[in-house]
């Protein structure tokens, strides 16, 4: 740790050598006295953090002599700066001093800090050194202190830092809590908390969600549970979305209690479980882990299952014992002995611990030590024993303003007195008694009516959330049906192109086939065509030359028939109706006393032959297709400026 010293030593000692240096001296950059804060401020965070707290405290209390910017100093702080450095120390110096639980030494510091007359401390961090200090004195017990001490921060406004006011109201008012019974102070404090919060102010102490917790716990004892449910709802869900799981496990401790009071449950088992699914061993949830497991107790011993009590109790010891916090273990103790009082046979045990632990129980703790020991004695019929502990019980009862437990004691310790023959002690508290019990009655009966309230309220929520639900749940299956029905459509409407389109795919491709086909016919016809003209002309070279030549008439008669045989000309038909299924109906419509010939020829047009080349498939000189030509224009009725082909071609294809 003493190396830690020696640097800051060396800092603080170089800051007052640069300061000292000759007018003709290049000043060092005004950004170094910044930069060295913020190193100072790195490293105490860490000290802190690892708990090291002598090395954080003496690093952060290193911070107020920081040399401040002006005339004298031209390169140290901004007065800015300056503020918001410092402001962060104090917050720091007063959690590393309750961490360490060095009270005492802490509350000198902060007295010290005061009466330092520094120009950045007395103007602007005032209020923040009452709060810390007001702090200390209420962990002191210095209750009247440290109220004195909140009520001159919270009239002070020193500065337009929503930061800074956020953090004073805070600290302010859960240490409000701690010293003032009434609360009334406490409250509007919070409020200012809250207000401050919705005006965009940072939370970077994590407090936020303690000082709301607070709140609504005013809320549930002025029997405002609505208020504080919601609150707590509220802290819960801003936690949630700042990923801070002490601030969840916060708001769900303070809704349980807030069930549980109500009697909901399974509502207070409910928010438990959400407090508890945000510990991660990685975390500081140990000990609010610990007060969830303490809170789940209470509802199972409400609710009658002790033995599930008993098991969330030591649950809530052990964590307990992780967080390194004894006044939770002494606490969970006196829950454990005062539910063995309940059993005859464990009562003897429970006496036995209540005296054992006498000592070690803190002066916050000591009604429920009283109350429980009170009770246990006079459960096992020692009433003398009973009455001076429930008598204490009784003046700590009316201290804390809480009738309930007063009322708790008062029926025990009337009882005790009528046991023991003190009948003029018991005619002296009865009238108190008939008092409180009213009272009681009367808060019981108006919590009794705001819950049925809330559970009307939630019942018609749950039920709005049920139609909405279900609403919605129509509207996603109508959305789902016209879905999966658009996309059995789609697919529908796709496989159905598909089979048309391969349907009409493989069509073309015998049509082409077909096509080929009958070009490849009359294709073969015009090469024999050239060869039996080839050998005409050869024979008639040679008929010159030999002038009887009857035989050779005869042979010239048959080289020269039609291209198309009987059973070609059928082929030809076959293969032309398979690509134009409906052109020889439609021509034999237009025309139904049309010749063979004239019916070839209309079917060569249509495949785009010309006189030559039907000619020359049909055996017949171009002279006799022009002349069938001819006929068939007024069997078509085609008028004379018409194109013969073009019409043949549309009365066929229709």
């Known amino acids: 740790m003493n190396k830690y010293f020696i640097l800051l030593f060396i800092i603080l000692m170089s800051a007052i050598?640069?300061?000292?240096?000759?007018?003709?001296?290049?000043?060092?950059?005004?950004?170094?006295?910044?930069?060295?804060?913020?190193?100072?401020?790195?490293?105490?965070?860490?000290?802190?953090?690892?708990?090291?707290?002598?090395?954080?405290?003496?690093?952060?209390?290193?911070?107020?002599?920081?040399?401040?910017?002006?005339?004298?100093?031209?390169?140290?702080?901004?007065?800015?700066?300056?503020?918001?450095?410092?402001?962060?120390?104090?917050?720091?110096?007063?959690?590393?001093?309750?961490?360490?639980?060095?009270?005492?030494?802490?509350h000198e510091h902060f007295l010290r800090l005061r009466e330092m007359?520094?120009?950045?401390?007395?103007?602007?961090?005032?209020?923040?050194?009452?709060?810390?200090d007001a702090q200390m004195l209420q962990t002191l017990g210095r209750r009247a202190e440290a109220c004195q001490l909140l009520d001159q921060a919270m009239s002070i406004h020193e500065n337009n830092d929503p930061s800074s006011e956020l953090f004073c109201t805070i600290a302010a008012g859960i240490t409000y809590m701690a010293v003032d019974s009434t609360e009334t102070r406490a409250e509007p404090t919070l409020l200012r908390a809250a207000e401050a919060m919705r005006n965009g102010a940072y939370d970077d102490t994590g407090l936020y969600p303690q000082a709301m917790a607070n709140l609504a716990n005013i809320y549930i004892r002025k029997n405002e549970f609505q208020k504080g449910i919601k609150l707590c709802q509220e802290v819960m869900e801003q936690s949630d979305r700042a990923q801070n799981p002490r601030g969840v496990m916060l708001a769900a401790i303070n809704?349980?209690?807030?069930?549980?009071?109500?009697?909901?449950?399974?509502?207070?088992?409910?928010?438990?479980?959400?407090?508890?699914?945000?510990?991660?061993?990685?975390?500081?949830?140990?000990?609010?882990?610990?007060?969830?497991?303490?809170?789940?107790?209470?509802?199972?011993?409400?609710?009658?299952?002790?033995?599930?009590?008993f098991s969330a109790l030591n649950l809530?010891?052990?964590?307990?014992?992780?967080?390194?916090?004894?006044?939770?273990?002494?606490?969970?103790?006196?829950?454990?002995?005062?539910?063995?009082?309940?059993?005859?046979?464990?009562?003897?045990?429970?006496?036995?611990?209540?005296?054992?632990?006498?000592d070690k129980v803190p002066g916050y703790m000591q009604l429920d030590y009283y109350m429980g020991y009170g009770k246990a004695t006079y459960l096992a019929g020692r009433y003398k024993e009973a009455i001076p502990l429930l008598e204490k019980a009784v003046d700590l009862s009316k201290i804390r303003?809480?009738?309930?437990?007063?009322?708790?004691?008062?029926?025990?310790?009337?009882?005790?007195?009528?046991?023991?023959?003190m009948m003029k002690a018991a005619k002296a508290l009865l009238p108190r008694y008939n008092m409180i019990i009213d009272s009681v009655t009367h808060e019981k009966s108006?919590?009794?009516?705001?819950?049925?309230?809330?559970?009307?309220?939630?019942?018609?929520?749950?039920?709005?959330?049920?139609?909405?639900?279900?609403?919605?749940?129509?509207?996603?299956?109508?959305?789902?049906?016209?879905?999966?029905?658009?996309?059995?459509?789609?697919?529908?409407?796709?496989?159905?192109?598909?089979?048309?389109?391969?349907?009409?795919?493989?069509?073309?491709?015998?049509?082409?086939?077909?096509?080929?086909?009958?070009?490849?016919?009359?294709?073969?016809?015009?090469?024999?065509?050239?060869?039996?003209?080839?050998?005409?002309?050869?024979?008639?070279?040679?008929?010159?030359?030999?002038?009887?030549?009857?035989?050779?008439?005869?042979?010239?008669?048959?080289?020269?028939?039609?291209?198309?045989?009987?059973?070609e000309e059928t082929e030809f038909r076959v293969a032309f109706s398979e690509i134009y299924p409906t052109a020889l109906i439609r021509l034999r419509s237009a025309c139904p006393n049309i010749t063979k010939n004239e019916e070839l020829l209309c079917m060569l047009i249509l495949i785009n032959q010309t006189t030559e080349e039907i000619?020359?498939?049909?055996?017949?000189?171009?002279?006799?297709?022009?002349?069938?030509?001819?006929?068939?224009r007024p069997k078509l009725t085609i008028p004379e400026k018409a194109s013969l082909d073009a019409e043949i071609r549309r009365i066929m294809k229709g």
């Not at 300061?19 to 490293?43: E, M, Q, W, Y």
């Not at 007359?117 to 810390?132: A, D, F, G, T, Y």
């Not at 303003?401 to 023959?421: K, M, P, Q, V």
Request: net charge neutral; with cysteine.
């Open 401 to 421: 303003g809480d009738w309930e437990t007063e009322n708790h004691n008062n029926r025990l310790l009337l009882d005790s007195y009528h046991h023991t023959g």
């Open 316 to 358: 809530a010891d052990s964590f307990y014992v992780r967080a390194t916090n004894p006044r939770g273990q002494i606490r969970v103790q006196l829950e454990k002995l005062d539910a063995k009082a309940e059993f005859p046979d464990s009562l003897p045990n429970a006496l036995t611990g209540f005296e054992e632990i006498k």
């Open 446 to 567: 108006i919590r009794e009516s705001i819950a049925s309230h809330i559970r009307y309220e939630t019942e018609k929520i749950e039920q709005e959330n049920r139609l909405l639900t279900a609403d919605i749940a129509l509207r996603n299956s109508v959305i789902r049906t016209y879905t999966i029905g658009t996309i059995a459509f789609i697919l529908f409407i796709l496989l159905l192109g598909t089979w048309f389109w391969s349907r009409h795919r493989l069509a073309s491709i015998r049509l082409n086939e077909k096509e080929k086909e009958l070009k490849r016919i009359i294709e073969s016809r015009y090469e024999l065509h050239e060869r039996n003209q080839e050998l005409l002309r050869q024979l008639t070279e040679i008929q010159a030359s030999n002038q009887s030549g009857g035989e050779l008439n005869k042979l010239m008669e048959t080289l020269s028939p039609a291209m198309l045989t009987s059973k």
């Open 117 to 132: 007359n520094h120009p950045i401390l007395s103007r602007h961090c005032q209020r923040e050194m009452l709060v810390c």
């Open 255 to 309: 809704l349980c209690g807030n069930y549980t009071e109500l009697s909901f449950f399974d509502k207070a088992l409910h928010y438990n479980d959400e407090g508890l699914r945000q510990f991660r061993e990685d975390n500081e949830t140990w000990g609010m882990a610990a007060s969830l497991y303490e809170r789940r107790a209470l509802i199972y011993k409400r609710m009658g299952l002790i033995d599930s009590a």
């Open 17 to 106: 050598a640069s300061c000292n240096k000759p007018l003709g001296s290049t000043p060092p950059a005004p950004s170094r006295f910044h930069t060295d804060s913020v190193a100072i401020i790195a490293k105490a965070n860490q000290f802190r953090l690892e708990k090291e707290y002598d090395s954080a405290i003496a690093l952060l209390d290193s911070t107020f002599l920081l040399p401040i910017q002006s005339n004298q100093h031209p390169d140290g702080l901004s007065p800015d700066d300056a503020r918001r450095l410092m402001s962060y120390a104090i917050r720091h110096l007063m959690f590393a001093y309750n961490h360490s639980r060095r009270i005492t030494e802490g």
């Open 615 to 632: 000619a020359r498939i049909l055996g017949i000189a171009s002279t006799s297709v022009t002349r069938i030509r001819y006929r068939l």
